[in-house]
């Protein structure tokens, strides 16, 4: 069984999600065998072979500089969970 | 607290050299966002130019606006820079609240231009690193104002997907003044093609300095510090002397320069350390797989290279050269591209570039200041109107003090300076008969200074001229009253 | 309930109408769902009226699209404006979108009446609808076992006939096996026929939305009508939509059918998956095709592949995802990045939580060029294996599925959950057509025969597919435990 690489609790915090040390040990178990695949992988030579950037072979998608309609204020703070007047509001930012 | 003059000191007396890099941030002034149609507006309601798309909704995708592509190339066009073959979007991931995905769309390694440079007045070259295109974030706003101690903060996204070059230069500013000078023929050239109103105190245009210092002559970099909230050309002039400063004095000391970004604090004249006490950001770029690759077309490109206009450094040239203009006169009548249309007008109109220049550059100033304008865009007046008036001095028909107050008038509201000589009467008197008459009387009444004149003192002569131009309330022609005189007296 | 262009026909013909249809739709699911919980949200007024206004329009002698009146049920990833939308997660269980994703509104366009949005794995990572945040659903043939997934719901109710089309997503498989586990159609169109904007983004270089369908000719319809180049997305191809019903055909004289070496090697540890796919393989032959052994050599590196690509793509679409503008937050102490965490914990289940991990390491300076670029060059390898292999045939024919349904809870490991994806990941790497039909039993449960074309050759496939169909009629089976006639 390969040994699964992932500093689970770093990684975590880079993504933003509070994981528990059991859910952190429960997914280094459930990743080992995943790894047994991936490790396998390193074998192959691609030295010769570029990364698919895409799968479909086109190139130069852009649109004109036309305005659209906007959605109005009171659709785009709807779904919001706190607005302050026509603000979004969220808890403070420490630096 | 050290004032500049001694700071700068402080690298020299250690002798340090200082080496600086700018990262500019310029918003392009498109109609729409970089990968939306909502409004790109400043200063508008906030959360009223948003959508789906730049609010980061659930199933939303971009799409390249194709004329900040444009305006980007062409600012590497006039930056001297090539456009990449091949260009590509990445992702930026990491979390802020101002950035609604969580990742901003940026470019990593293929960005839209590489190269170029700019040459400051000193002759000198700073070479471009790259261009690159991305996204703008939104604004967070913090209750009481300050970031620190304010329980919540509210988010306007307005700004968000606005475009946003990035413009990064090489290390190779030395001092202060260079980055000042830097920053000013940049935003000079990028307001010339028109693809951004360069605007630090808009915010369509910041600037965070990389800052290190070495040992005079050496090669090898020292380890940088990036400063950033600077809010004008003059704040990065001394958020850098004071870096440079500290950074001399540490290293004098013995101690070592930690890699960190520091903010300036305009009201303490210091930087601070904005580092956290987390580890720094990993981006974890990836290509964006929202959207495809650029490879523009030759023809593209080379329709937008054609339509630059005459760049202000070629302008300033040609100002020296085809109106003998001297170069500091040729610097101020070029800083702002409508100036110096306004300017070239003008000259046109009156067929005389030397006049022309005087006017703008003195009476046509002071008048703006006096209506309380600060730009001649701001004046009604045109090219054609002040050409005009000109003319009306030049030709005598209205004397130099008469020209100076239709030209308040003009700048003012604007007008035919005909039409305004006429209402108010300012036409200068040119009657020879008429000034004879006034002549006559003055030689009369001054019999004294006619005698000093003729006994060899030649003020007297002026004398009696002002004493003409006092009868006449200034409006009679002076050289025909000096003629009148002269035939009188001998 | 028959098929969507029976239905279709009859209201045309006036020998039924939209608003009979739908409350007959509505009436099937109400009975079907205590039972299976193929939806997450049921939309019983809106289809009513919907459905009164297609019968008004045609009243007045006007064309109301190809799908007119045909209840349809969409998978709760596309975005519905007005109409909640979660994505199968408890993060997004507050969220109704400003706007429709662009498959919505062709569907209306095409005068589809839509009953209700369906349960799925959240974010779509699973397969087998147990990953919802919200419940499982089960079954029609057999409601102690998964109805497959990420779209089980979508499968599971077009299985028991509650509605006769849905449209589902497949990023690695997430159509193509629950089609293979309901004994319905289901296709994964090529990556970039059919437009992304307003899908829930999981995998953005993998997701494609596709029907669900009764029967293949059902499959070619819907199609049509959500296919097609969107400005609104910069990865969708501005190739021309072919009337795929033409396509659709009766025999397979000439046709070239490949059959993958590893593929079969696999499936022949499994006696009755393997004569399964044999009697499949003889009945292509007995139309008329012509077999011809190909290789995917590089087939077996998929799993691996996939579970790099998608979760790197995942973890940077799910960043969004934090309780500041829209969806559930979780107030409590601290700064916004504490809220983001206890957020985000809270609103994801464990399969999204492992695949951000995973995808954000992959990503992770210092692993980018080892896992996700070495990733991204294996699928360039696995795609030139598809172009080798279509150079030898027309279409593939392999297994969609390495078993039949299992239970609820059969499978609580990850990774053999990952393996179910096993013949159907290569395709979505590659980025080509591939679709689901139905090709027998095992132990009673349905089982899928997985048909796979080269880039925007759907038509050729649904072609290949029709016939076999027709031959077998496997679809025509009615699921015996749930369901209306």
Same mark, same amino acid.
């Given at each position: 069984?390969?040994?699964?690489?992932?500093d689970?609790?770093?990684?975590?915090?880079?993504?933003?999600?509070?994981?528990?040390d059991?859910?952190?040990?429960?997914?280094?178990?459930?990743?080992?065998?995943?790894?047994?695949?991936?490790?396998?992988?390193?074998?192959?030579?691609?030295?010769?072979?570029?990364?698919?950037?895409q799968?479909?072979?086109?190139?130069n998608?852009?649109?004109d500089?036309?305005?659209?309609?906007?959605?109005?204020?009171?659709?785009?703070?709807?779904?919001?969970?706190?607005?302050?007047?026509?603000?979004?509001?969220?808890?403070?930012i420490?630096? | 607290m050290?004032?500049?003059?001694?700071? =700068?000191?402080e690298?020299e007396?250690?002798?340090?050299?200082?080496?600086?890099?700018?990262?500019?941030h310029?918003?392009l002034?498109?109609?729409?966002k970089?990968?939306?149609?909502?409004?790109?507006?400043?200063?508008?309601?906030?959360?009223?130019?948003?959508c789906?798309?730049?609010?980061?909704?659930?199933?939303?995708?971009?799409?390249?606006?194709?004329?900040?592509?444009?305006?980007?190339?062409?600012?590497?066009?006039a930056?001297?820079?090539d456009?990449?073959?091949?260009?590509?979007?990445?992702?930026?991931?990491?979390?802020?609240?101002?950035?609604?995905k969580?990742?901003?769309?940026? &470019?990593?390694?293929m960005?839209?231009?590489?190269?170029?440079?700019?040459?400051?007045?000193?002759?000198?070259?700073?070479?471009?690193?790259?261009?690159?295109?991305?996204?703008?974030?939104?604004?967070?706003?913090?209750?009481?104002?300050?970031?620190?101690?304010?329980?919540?903060?509210?988010i306007?996204?307005?700004?968000?997907?606005?475009?946003?070059?990035?413009?990064?230069?090489?290390?190779?500013?030395?001092?202060?003044?260079?980055?000042?000078?830097y920053?000013?023929?940049?935003?000079?050239?990028?307001?010339?093609?028109?693809?951004?109103?360069?605007?630090?105190h808009?915010?369509?245009?910041?600037?965070?300095?990389?800052?290190?210092?070495?040992?005079?002559?050496?090669?090898?970099?020292?380890?940088?510090?990036?400063v950033?909230?600077?809010?004008s050309?003059?704040?990065?002039?001394?958020?850098?002397n004071?870096?440079?400063?500290?950074q001399?004095?540490?290293?004098?000391?013995?101690?070592?320069?930690?890699?960190?970004?520091?903010?300036?604090?305009?009201?303490?004249?210091a930087?601070?350390?904005?580092?956290?006490k987390e580890?720094?950001?990993?981006?974890?770029?990836?290509?964006e797989?929202?959207? =495809?690759p650029?490879a523009?077309e030759?023809?593209?490109?080379a329709?937008?290279?054609?339509?630059?206009?005459?760049?202000?450094?070629?302008?300033?040239k040609?100002?020296? &050269?085809?109106?003998?203009?001297?170069?500091?006169?040729?610097?101020?009548?070029?800083?702002?591209?409508?100036?110096?249309?306004?300017?070239?007008?003008?000259a046109?109109a009156?067929?005389?570039?030397?006049?022309?220049?005087?006017?703008?550059?003195?009476?046509?100033?002071?008048a703006?200041?006096?209506?309380?304008?600060?730009?001649?865009?701001?004046?009604?007046?045109?090219?054609?109107?002040?050409?005009?008036?000109?003319?009306?001095?030049?030709?005598?028909?209205?004397?130099?003090?008469?020209?100076?107050?239709?030209c308040?008038?003009?700048?003012? &509201?604007?007008?035919?300076?005909?039409?305004?000589?006429?209402?108010?009467?300012?036409?200068?008197?040119?009657?020879t008969?008429?000034?004879?008459?006034m002549v006559?009387?003055?030689?009369?009444?001054?019999?004294?200074? =006619?005698?000093?004149y003729?006994?060899?003192?030649?003020?007297?002569?002026?004398?009696?001229?002002?004493?003409?131009?006092?009868?006449?309330?200034?409006?009679a022609?002076?050289?025909?009253?000096?003629?009148?005189?002269?035939?009188?007296?001998? | 309930?028959?098929?969507?262009?029976?239905i279709?026909?009859?209201?045309?013909?006036?020998?039924?109408?939209?608003l009979?249809?739908?409350?007959?739709?509505?009436?099937?699911?109400?009975?079907?769902?205590?039972?299976?919980r193929?939806?997450?949200?049921?939309?019983?007024?809106?289809?009513?009226?919907?459905?009164?206004?297609?019968?008004?329009?045609?009243?007045?002698?006007?064309?109301?699209?190809?799908?007119?009146?045909?209840?349809?049920?969409?998978?709760?990833l596309?975005?519905?404006q007005?109409?909640?939308?979660?994505?199968?997660s408890?993060?997004?269980?507050?969220?109704?979108?400003?706007?429709?994703?662009?498959?919505?509104?062709?569907?209306?366009?095409?005068?589809?009446?839509?009953?209700?949005k369906?349960?799925?794995?959240?974010?779509?990572m699973?397969?087998?609808?147990?990953?919802?945040?919200?419940?499982?659903?089960?079954?029609?043939?057999d409601?102690?076992?998964?109805?497959?997934?990420?779209?089980?719901?979508?499968?599971?109710?077009?299985?028991?006939?509650?509605? @006769?089309?849905?449209?589902?997503t497949?990023t690695?498989?997430?159509?193509?096996?629950?089609?293979?586990?309901?004994?319905?159609?289901?296709?994964?169109?090529?990556?970039?026929?059919?437009s992304?904007?307003?899908?829930?983004?999981?995998?953005?270089?993998?997701?494609?939305?596709?029907?669900?369908?009764?029967?293949?000719?059902?499959?070619?319809?819907?199609?049509?009508?959500?296919a097609?180049?969107?400005?609104?997305?910069?990865?969708?191809?501005?190739v021309?939509?072919?009337?795929?019903?033409?396509a659709?055909?009766?025999?397979?004289?000439g046709?070239?059918?490949?059959?993958?070496?590893?593929?079969?090697?696999?499936?022949?540890?499994?006696?009755?998956?393997?004569?399964?796919?044999?009697?499949?393989?003889?009945?292509?032959?007995?139309?008329?095709?012509?077999?011809?052994e190909?290789?995917?050599?590089?087939a077996?590196?998929?799993?691996?592949?996939?579970?790099?690509i998608?979760?790197?793509?995942?973890?940077?679409?799910?960043?969004?995802?934090?309780?500041a503008?829209?969806?559930?937050?979780?107030?409590?102490?601290?700064?916004?990045?504490?809220?983001?965490?206890r957020?985000?914990?809270?609103?994801?289940?464990?399969?999204?939580?492992?695949?951000?991990?995973?995808?954000?390491?992959?990503?992770?300076?210092?692993?980018?060029d080892?896992?996700?670029?070495?990733a991204?060059?294996?699928?360039?390898?696995?795609?030139?294996?598809?172009?080798?292999?279509?150079?030898?045939?027309?279409?593939i024919?392999?297994?969609?599925?390495?078993?039949? @349904?299992?239970?609820?809870?059969?499978?609580?490991?990850?990774?053999?959950?990952?393996?179910?994806?096993y013949?159907?990941?290569?395709?979505?790497?590659?980025?080509?057509?591939?679709?689901?039909?139905?090709?027998?039993y095992?132990?009673?449960?349905?089982?899928g025969?997985?048909?796979?074309?080269?880039?925007?050759?759907e038509?050729?496939?649904?072609?290949?597919?029709?016939?076999?169909?027709?031959?077998?009629?496997?679809?025509?089976?009615?699921?015996?435990?749930?369901?209306?006639?």
């Amino acid at each position: 069984m390969t040994d699964v690489p992932i500093d689970i609790a770093h990684v975590a915090k880079l993504a933003r999600i509070a994981l528990t040390d059991d859910e952190s040990a429960a997914f280094t178990a459930q990743f080992a065998k995943l790894f047994d695949y991936i490790e396998e992988l390193q074998a192959l030579d691609v030295t010769h072979v570029s990364a698919t950037a895409q799968v479909i072979p086109i190139m130069n998608v852009m649109r004109d500089d036309m305005i659209r309609d906007c959605l109005d204020r009171a659709a785009a703070l709807a779904n919001a969970p706190e607005t302050s007047g026509p603000y979004f509001k969220v808890p403070r930012i420490l630096e | 607290m050290k004032n500049s003059s001694t700071t =700068v000191t402080e690298a020299e007396a250690h002798d340090f050299e200082p080496v600086i890099g700018l990262e500019v941030h310029v918003e392009l002034k498109t109609k729409s966002k970089m990968f939306c149609g909502c409004r790109n507006e400043f200063g508008a309601e906030p959360n009223t130019w948003v959508c789906p798309v730049c609010l980061g909704m659930p199933g939303s995708l971009p799409v390249i606006n194709r004329v900040a592509v444009e305006y980007l190339c062409k600012a590497g066009f006039a930056l001297g820079c090539d456009v990449a073959p091949f260009s590509k979007f990445d992702r930026k991931n990491y979390f802020y609240p101002d950035m609604p995905k969580n990742y901003q769309i940026s &470019q990593y390694d293929m960005p839209l231009t590489t190269g170029g440079g700019i040459t400051l007045p000193s002759g000198k070259r700073i070479r471009l690193n790259r261009i690159h295109l991305e996204e703008d974030t939104g604004k967070n706003l913090h209750a009481g104002g300050a970031m620190s101690g304010s329980d919540y903060t509210l988010i306007d996204y307005n700004r968000a997907g606005v475009p946003l070059m990035e413009i990064v230069s090489e290390p190779d500013i030395s001092s202060s003044d260079e980055a000042e000078a830097y920053l000013a023929e940049l935003k000079a050239i990028l307001s010339y093609i028109g693809v951004s109103d360069v605007k630090m105190h808009e915010g369509s245009l910041r600037c965070d300095a990389n800052v290190s210092v070495r040992p005079r002559g050496t090669t090898a970099l020292g380890t940088k510090t990036e400063v950033k909230n600077m809010n004008s050309f003059r704040s990065v002039g001394r958020a850098i002397n004071r870096e440079i400063a500290r950074q001399s004095e540490r290293l004098a000391a013995g101690e070592r320069i930690v890699q960190e970004t520091r903010g300036w604090d305009e009201g303490k004249g210091a930087t601070y350390s904005m580092r956290s006490k987390e580890e720094a950001h990993d981006y974890r770029y990836f290509p964006e797989p929202d959207l =495809v690759p650029l490879a523009l077309e030759a023809d593209m490109l080379a329709r937008w290279r054609a339509e630059l206009p005459e760049l202000p450094d070629a302008r300033r040239k040609r100002f020296a &050269q085809q109106f003998g203009l001297s170069e500091y006169d040729a610097q101020v009548l070029t800083a702002e591209r409508s100036d110096a249309d306004f300017y070239e007008a003008t000259a046109a109109a009156c067929d005389d570039p030397k006049q022309a220049a005087n006017w703008l550059m003195g009476d046509v100033r002071r008048a703006l200041q006096s209506a309380g304008l600060t730009t001649l865009a701001q004046s009604p007046m045109t090219a054609a109107q002040l050409g005009e008036l000109i003319r009306l001095v030049k030709t005598g028909a209205i004397t130099g003090k008469a020209g100076k107050e239709v030209c308040d008038l003009l700048v003012a &509201q604007g007008g035919d300076p005909k039409v305004i000589v006429a209402e108010r009467g300012l036409g200068a008197v040119t009657d020879t008969a008429e000034i004879a008459t006034m002549v006559d009387q003055a030689i009369a009444a001054n019999q004294k200074s =006619v005698d000093a004149y003729k006994s060899g003192k030649a003020n007297a002569f002026d004398f009696i001229v002002g004493q003409v131009m006092k009868v006449s309330r200034g409006k009679a022609n002076v050289e025909i009253v000096r003629a009148l005189i002269k035939e009188r007296l001998g | 309930m028959l098929t969507g262009h029976e239905i279709r026909d009859r209201i045309a013909r006036r020998e039924t109408s939209a608003l009979e249809v739908a409350k007959r739709s509505i009436d099937a699911v109400a009975a079907s769902e205590p039972e299976l919980r193929a939806y997450l949200t049921l939309t019983p007024e809106y289809a009513l009226a919907r459905a009164a206004e297609i019968d008004a329009r045609i009243a007045r002698g006007e064309d109301c699209g190809t799908l007119a009146g045909v209840p349809v049920a969409i998978k709760d990833l596309f975005c519905t404006q007005g109409v909640r939308t979660t994505s199968g997660s408890k993060i997004l269980a507050n969220f109704v979108p400003p706007y429709s994703a662009t498959v919505v509104a062709k569907l209306e366009a095409a005068g589809a009446v839509m009953i209700g949005k369906t349960n799925m794995d959240e974010f779509a990572m699973g397969s087998s609808c147990e990953n919802s945040g919200f419940h499982p659903t089960r079954n029609p043939w057999d409601p102690s076992r998964v109805p497959g997934g990420s779209s089980g719901g979508s499968a599971s109710t077009v299985g028991a006939r509650g509605v @006769p089309i849905a449209v589902g997503t497949d990023t690695g498989g997430s159509i193509r096996e629950p089609a293979s586990f309901c004994n319905i159609v289901g296709v994964k169109p090529t990556y970039g026929r059919v437009s992304r904007y307003g899908m829930i983004a999981f995998a953005s270089s993998l997701d494609q939305a596709g029907p669900m369908t009764a029967d293949v000719r059902d499959a070619a319809i819907v199609l049509e009508a959500i296919a097609g180049h969107d400005p609104m997305d910069s990865t969708s191809v501005d190739v021309p939509v072919p009337h795929y019903a033409d396509a659709l055909r009766e025999d397979l004289k000439g046709v070239k059918i490949g059959i993958v070496r590893e593929f079969e090697s696999s499936i022949g540890g499994d006696a009755a998956m393997s004569a399964l796919y044999k009697e499949a393989y003889a009945s292509l032959v007995r139309l008329g095709a012509e077999l011809v052994e190909v290789s995917l050599p590089h087939a077996k590196y998929g799993l691996a592949t996939y579970y790099l690509i998608a979760p790197a793509e995942c973890s940077s679409n799910l960043a969004r995802y934090d309780g500041a503008r829209y969806g559930v937050r979780v107030d409590g102490d601290g700064d916004v990045y504490q809220m983001f965490e206890r957020t985000r914990a809270a609103g994801f289940g464990p399969e999204v939580k492992r695949r951000i991990v995973l995808g954000t390491y992959a990503l992770c300076s210092g692993y980018y060029d080892a896992y996700y670029v070495r990733a991204q060059k294996v699928r360039t390898l696995m795609k030139q294996d598809f172009d080798t292999a279509f150079a030898a045939c027309d279409v593939i024919a392999c297994p969609a599925v390495s078993c039949p @349904p299992f239970a609820l809870g059969a499978k609580s490991d990850p990774v053999a959950m990952y393996l179910m994806d096993y013949f159907t990941i290569p395709m979505s790497l590659a980025g080509i057509a591939a679709m689901s039909v139905p090709a027998g039993y095992v132990d009673g449960l349905p089982v899928g025969l997985q048909i796979a074309a080269p880039a925007f050759e759907e038509g050729r496939m649904l072609g290949v597919a029709h016939a076999y169909e027709q031959s077998t009629r496997f679809a025509w089976a009615r699921a015996p435990k749930v369901g209306a006639a």
